[in-house]
């Protein structure tokens, strides 16, 4: 048996590599890290289920992200509170 490391996105931790490069690359684009003002983590963005789907609605402009990606550093991004 061999061990591995294997490195994740601290942001999405979906993105998973053995090179540790890559990962600090995705990170830096990554839609859940909040520095890159994406609506997947803005407070005006609703999430929805349609069936077994979880859809994203972009409320500031009226768009519904299935297909498409979420609009990066958006000018009206608010950061979520908790």
Not at 14 to 34: A, D, F, I
Not at 50 to 57: D, E, I, Y
Request: proline share 1%; net charge positive.
């Amino acid at each position: 048996m061999r061990e591995r490391i294997i490195y994740e996105c601290e942001h999405c931790n979906r993105y998973r590599r053995m090179n540790k490069t890559k990962v600090k690359e995705h990170e830096s684009l990554c839609w859940y890290n909040t520095k890159n003002k994406t609506c997947v983590t803005c407070e005006y963005s609703l999430v929805f289920e349609k069936g077994n789907k979880r859809l994203r609605h972009c409320q500031c402009l009226s768009k519904t992200f299935k297909d498409m990606k979420p609009i990066e550093h958006c000018t009206q991004y608010k950061e979520i509170e908790e």
